[in-house]
């Protein structure tokens, strides 16, 4: 009966209305069936129906503001399309709105505006260059209203996954899903200069298709120009050296490519396979390709030098390795160094420590190299240490960077890693974890999670033994939960006691004397856990961790498997050492005070079967060794960050290894040992969100550390 007349439910009511419409009656019959199928298709075309709560068929109530935005967007979407409809209409003088149609009737006095709404094609953005950055400029129009780049930032909230933008109390702008996450991207990768919208060339690169899709970029000069150098690289089939000598895995030619493609763009990479996969060779057959260009220079944990001049001797013998170690003394050891590092050139590569490196790090500053090599790259994990700050001085025309852990514990890692490889892409380190580590860590944000795996997926290459080694023996992993005696579990509960107590009434714990403190007293437990003696030598306590630990070597004996033994502690290394003699097992011993010669001597001994265990204090022993000869390994206590733990099984299950590896994990019941087992899944969360196709990585604080004592 026309907007006049009376209304219905759909569906219910009588078939025959009769009403008086402007003098005149009037009456009509209805199609009861035909207005419930109209009403299900209407709630059926809409989705956010779905979202509310419906007291009746025909009455949805939405709880939240952005639901209702969402279906008042839709139906302005609707009315506007269904205008122009009738415009084609009158004018073709045919009509193509059908009775079927739905009419919306907006009532007087509505709280909430919504523009139409906008996505890729009612943007427009425009790149400058300005310094090493590019200047970014644009616009949105929507519904004749135009909102410059810099407000448009402003009004994003980068809290919200809602597609709305909030301009007054009842205005919105509503955007695309696809356009509000992208442009929530776009604002996390730019830094903002005064009035100017900056972003690093590189970050350009994770937001290449987004670009692509603004049409008034796609007649760009500079960005055109970025983009060019970026095909470039990815087009770019660099030959294989000649002199390379040996074989290299298909997954192992895949990471030259890209190494290869990297070295060409220009840009600073992280090579971040697994450990065992070959990173060295790959990195071996970069240093050939670009032998000619200049000299190189390798950095790597002391222990692992050796195995870098071993492996260039096999692989790439027509380099020139110079090693510069800081043994040699006299008064004319500095100057030697001096001589070394200026005389270096094309095909020269020079080998140096971390350690090395900070102390001399005036010499090894001033030279510029046509490619720097970081190995073991979470030695730089703080970026206020002298080593980080030595590898961020380095001149070079190309960066590599090699770990397989490039998170071990918080964000700002990454930070510290990314500024020796590409300076200035994430900005600085407060802009960083304002923008990525607080909201990803703090507020489990998955928008900035998402956008900070977009920003470094094109620099970071990471393959698991499981993505492509299927010729790898297995890798067993068991828990063997210890429960402790009686007299056990009295010393340990007093020790918890009183460190609670003492803890709880401590100030200033956040300083870093508080810190200490509470990791003292958490150490204090962890050794209770592992051996009594450890904290009272002369206590008659025996430990059921040692007990455990007896009953596994003992088999292992009789079954002849070689196994490696990992601690934390050179104390608990000792009372273990003292147990294979008692057991009359053969083994050999590593920490942190073993002279790198005699370490090697020990690795050569055990991989030719001298020995039948190997005790290693997994700080020192955890990574740069080859020990394939086992095919056991324990770790008789739970270190906190698992990505150390599976460093250290590495040394064992890698290339190499023919035999199934089995991982026992000594852990006692009820103690600390089981909250840390607990905080190895949230920390190994965060790195293989951001790092899959490319721990919960949380600094703890001292509450939270305080908690862990708490039962």
Same mark, same amino acid.
């Given at each position: 009966?026309?907007?006049?007349?009376?209304?219905?439910?759909?569906?219910?009511?009588?078939?025959?209305?009769?009403?008086?419409?402007?003098?005149?009656?009037?009456?009509?019959?209805?199609?009861?069936?035909?207005?419930?199928?109209?009403?299900?298709?209407?709630?059926?075309?809409?989705?956010?129906?779905?979202?509310?709560?419906?007291?009746?068929?025909?009455?949805?109530?939405?709880?939240?503001?952005?639901?209702?935005?969402?279906?008042?967007?839709?139906?302005?979407?609707?009315?506007?399309?269904?205008?122009?409809?009738?415009?084609?209409?009158?004018?073709?003088?045919?009509?193509?709105?059908?009775?079927?149609?739905?009419?919306?009737?907006?009532?007087?006095?509505?709280?909430? *505006?919504? $523009?139409?709404?906008?996505?890729?094609?009612?943007?427009? %953005?425009?790149? =400058?260059? &300005? /310094? !090493?950055?590019?200047? +970014?400029?644009?616009?949105?129009?929507?519904?004749?209203?135009?909102?410059?780049?810099?407000?448009?930032?402003?009004?994003?909230?980068?809290?919200?996954?809602?597609?709305?933008?909030?301009?007054?109390?009842?205005?919105?702008?509503?955007?695309?899903?696809?356009?509000?996450?992208?442009?929530?991207?776009?604002?996390?990768? *730019?830094? $903002?200069?005064?009035?100017?919208?900056?972003?690093?060339? %590189?970050?350009? =690169?994770? &937001? /290449? !298709?987004?670009?692509? +899709?603004?049409?008034?970029?796609?007649?760009?000069?500079?960005?055109?120009?970025?983009?060019?150098?970026?095909?470039?690289?990815?087009?770019?089939?660099?030959?294989?050296?000649?002199?390379?000598?040996?074989?290299?895995?298909?997954?192992?030619?895949?990471?030259?490519?890209?190494?290869?493609?990297?070295?060409?763009?220009?840009?600073?990479?992280?090579?971040?396979?697994?450990?065992?996969?070959?990173?060295?060779?790959?990195?071996?057959?970069?240093?050939?390709?670009?032998?000619?260009?200049?000299?190189?220079?390798?950095?790597?944990?002391?222990?692992?030098?050796?195995?870098?001049?071993?492996?260039?001797?096999?692989?790439?013998?027509?380099?020139?390795?110079?090693?510069?170690?800081?043994?040699?003394?006299?008064?004319?050891?500095?100057?030697?160094?001096?001589?070394?590092?200026?005389?270096?050139?094309?095909?020269?590569?020079?080998?140096?420590?971390?350690?090395?490196?900070?102390?001399?790090?005036?010499?090894?500053?001033?030279?510029?190299?046509?490619?720097?090599?970081?190995?073991?790259?979470?030695?730089?994990?703080?970026?206020?240490?002298?080593?980080?700050?030595?590898?961020?001085?380095?001149?070079?025309?190309?960066?590599?960077?090699?770990?397989?852990?490039?998170?071990?514990?918080?964000?700002?890692?990454?930070?510290?890693?990314?500024?020796?490889?590409?300076?200035?892409?994430?900005?600085?380190?407060?802009?960083?974890?304002?923008?990525?580590?607080?909201?990803?860590?703090?507020?489990?944000?998955?928008?900035?999670?998402?956008?900070?795996?977009?920003?470094?997926?094109?620099?970071?290459?990471?393959?698991?033994?499981?993505?492509?080694?299927?010729?790898?023996?297995?890798?067993?992993?068991?828990?063997?939960?210890?429960?402790?005696?009686?007299?056990?579990?009295?010393?340990?509960?007093?020790?918890?006691?009183?460190?609670?107590?003492?803890?709880?009434?401590?100030?200033?714990?956040?300083?870093?004397?508080?810190?200490?403190?509470?990791?003292?007293?958490?150490?204090?437990?962890?050794?209770?856990?592992?051996?009594?003696?450890?904290?009272?030598?002369?206590?008659?306590?025996?430990?059921?961790?040692?007990?455990?630990?007896?009953?596994?070597?003992?088999?292992?004996?009789?079954?002849?498997?070689?196994?490696?033994?990992?601690?934390?502690?050179?104390?608990?290394?000792?009372?273990?050492?003292?147990?294979?003699?008692?057991?009359?097992?053969?083994?050999?011993?590593?920490?942190?005070?073993?002279?790198?010669?005699?370490?090697?001597?020990?690795?050569?001994?055990?991989?030719?079967?001298?020995?039948?265990?190997?005790?290693?204090?997994?700080?020192?022993?955890?990574?740069?060794?080859?020990?394939?000869?086992?095919?056991?390994?324990?770790?008789?206590?739970?270190?906190?960050?698992?990505?150390?733990?599976?460093?250290?099984?590495?040394?064992?299950?890698?290339?190499?290894?023919?035999?199934?590896?089995?991982?026992?994990?000594?852990?006692?019941?009820?103690?600390?040992?089981?909250?840390?087992?607990?905080?190895?899944?949230?920390?190994?969360?965060?790195?293989?969100?951001?790092?899959?196709?490319?721990?919960?990585?949380?600094?703890?604080?001292?509450?939270?550390?305080?908690?862990?004592?708490?039962?």
């Amino acid at each position: 009966m026309g907007a006049t007349g009376p209304s219905h439910r759909p569906g219910s009511g009588s078939e025959r209305v009769i009403a008086d419409i402007d003098g005149l009656k009037r009456q009509t019959v209805r199609n009861l069936l035909d207005e419930t199928r109209r009403r299900d298709d209407v709630i059926a075309r809409y989705p956010v129906f779905q979202t509310a709560a419906a007291p009746s068929k025909d009455q949805y109530v939405f709880e939240t503001a952005v639901d209702a935005l969402s279906l008042l967007s839709e139906l302005k979407d609707f009315e506007t399309a269904r205008a122009t409809e009738e415009t084609s209409s009158k004018k073709s003088k045919k009509k193509t709105i059908s009775a079927d149609d739905l009419e919306i009737f907006w009532p007087q006095g509505e709280k909430y *505006s919504v $523009t139409s709404t906008a996505s890729f094609g009612n943007f427009s %953005l425009s790149f =400058a260059s &300005m /310094e !090493d950055w590019l200047s +970014a400029t644009g616009t949105l129009k929507v519904d004749g209203e135009v909102f410059e780049l810099q407000k448009l930032f402003e009004l994003l909230n980068d809290n919200s996954e809602s597609r709305f933008i909030k301009l007054s109390e009842q205005k919105f702008i509503a955007l695309t899903n696809e356009f509000r996450k992208r442009l929530g991207e776009f604002k996390r990768l *730019s830094h $903002t200069k005064g009035k100017a919208v900056q972003l690093h060339p %590189l970050a350009a =690169a994770g &937001m /290449e !298709d987004f670009f692509d +899709a603004i049409p008034s970029l796609q007649k760009n000069a500079i960005w055109n120009d970025v983009k060019k150098r970026i095909e470039a690289a990815r087009d770019y089939k660099a030959p294989f050296p000649k002199s390379f000598v040996g074989d290299m895995r298909d997954y192992q030619l895949d990471g030259y490519d890209w190494l290869a493609r990297s070295a060409k763009w220009g840009v600073g990479c992280c090579l971040a396979d697994d450990m065992g996969l070959g990173k060295t060779i790959q990195a071996l057959a970069l240093l050939l390709l670009r032998a000619d260009e200049g000299p190189a220079l390798v950095v790597a944990p002391t222990s692992v030098c050796f195995n870098w001049e071993r492996e260039a001797e096999k692989f790439a013998p027509s380099l020139k390795i110079k090693r510069i170690q800081s043994i040699t003394t006299g008064a004319n050891a500095k100057a030697e160094r001096d001589k070394l590092i200026a005389s270096a050139k094309k095909r020269d590569v020079l080998i140096t420590s971390y350690t090395l490196l900070q102390q001399e790090i005036e010499l090894f500053a001033k030279k510029k190299y046509a490619t720097v090599i970081l190995d073991e790259s979470q030695a730089i994990k703080n970026p206020e240490s002298n080593r980080a700050k030595a590898t961020f001085t380095l001149q070079a025309d190309v960066r590599l960077a090699m770990t397989g852990t490039p998170i071990e514990n918080r964000l700002t890692e990454l930070w510290s890693l990314f500024r020796f490889l590409n300076p200035g892409l994430f900005g600085s380190q407060k802009s960083f974890e304002d923008r990525f580590a607080f909201p990803i860590q703090r507020d489990q944000s998955a928008s900035a999670r998402s956008t900070l795996r977009r920003l470094v997926h094109p620099f970071i290459l990471r393959r698991t033994k499981s993505q492509v080694l299927e010729e790898l023996p297995s890798r067993t992993e068991i828990v063997r939960e210890i429960e402790l005696s009686k007299e056990e579990t009295a010393l340990y509960e007093a020790a918890r006691r009183n460190a609670l107590k003492e803890l709880q009434d401590m100030k200033d714990k956040d300083s870093g004397q508080g810190q200490l403190k509470i990791l003292a007293a958490l150490t204090r437990l962890r050794q209770l856990c592992c051996n009594p003696k450890m904290i009272l030598p002369d206590s008659k306590v025996e430990s059921s961790k040692l007990e455990a630990f007896r009953e596994i070597m003992e088999e292992l004996k009789e079954n002849r498997h070689k196994v490696l033994v990992f601690s934390q502690f050179v104390k608990h290394l000792a009372i273990l050492k003292t147990e294979l003699d008692a057991m009359g097992i053969s083994y050999q011993y590593l920490d942190g005070s073993t002279p790198e010669k005699e370490r090697q001597k020990r690795v050569e001994a055990f991989q030719s079967g001298e020995s039948d265990a190997f005790l290693i204090s997994i700080k020192a022993g955890g990574s740069g060794l080859n020990l394939t000869a086992a095919d056991y390994v324990i770790h008789v206590d739970p270190w906190w960050n698992p990505a150390v733990e599976d460093q250290a099984t590495d040394r064992a299950h890698r290339i190499g290894q023919t035999r199934p590896v089995t991982v026992y994990r000594l852990i006692t019941q009820g103690t600390i040992e089981e909250k840390i087992v607990r905080l190895h899944h949230e920390k190994r969360d965060l790195a293989d969100k951001l790092l899959e196709g490319t721990d919960q990585a949380t600094e703890l604080s001292a509450e939270e550390l305080i908690d862990i004592l708490r039962s």
